[in-house]
């Protein structure tokens, strides 16, 4: 099997562009809650129920990776879903719903535009020879910052409730 991937001229980056098969559930078609559930259950009933050596990393488990699209009248609602659920959630990454147009490689990005559509377009496909990319050194420190935290945490909670 190819492993596929495109280089952006201009940038160090690989990307791997993919399009949603007819009848995929896409971002637009779920609210932050619901998809804050599916990461929960997935938690609870695939990592946390299969971490099986709590005397090699006490209290250190793995986490699912996700970014959570949050449109803009969900936010209270999604700060007081963390709130209640929070020994369920390690890290989540939260974007703002029009944030792949914000952000530089944001996740997730829509081809919604003739913009986006030139931009798609414009991509160049390169191979990739995984063998030559090699780490180094390892710098790793565990249990030192909490996954995709980067040392702070953006979350405000309000005097006088939600």
């Known amino acids: 099997m190819t492993k596929r991937s495109v280089y952006h001229p201009n940038d160090d980056i690989i990307t791997f562009p993919m399009q949603a098969r007819l009848g995929a559930i896409t971002r637009d078609d779920i609210g932050a809650i619901e998809f804050l559930q599916s990461v929960k259950l997935v938690q609870k009933r695939w990592v946390m129920a299969g971490h099986a050596h709590e005397e090699f990393n006490p209290g250190l488990h793995h986490n699912v990776s996700n970014t959570c699209v949050v449109r803009a009248s969900e936010w209270d609602a999604v700060a007081r879903f963390f709130w209640d659920n929070r020994h369920c959630f390690t890290g989540v990454a939260l974007l ?65 409730g939600w």
Do not use: F
């Open 96 to 160: 703002g719903h029009l944030g792949d147009k914000i952000y530089r490689q944001a996740p997730q990005e829509a081809v919604a535009t003739e913009g986006d559509m030139l931009e798609w377009n414009r991509l160049v496909y390169h191979e990739v020879d995984y063998s030559l990319m090699i780490e180094e050194a390892d710098h790793t420190e565990h249990k030192d910052v909490a996954a995709r935290a980067g040392g702070a945490c953006d979350l405000v909670l309000r005097a006088g």
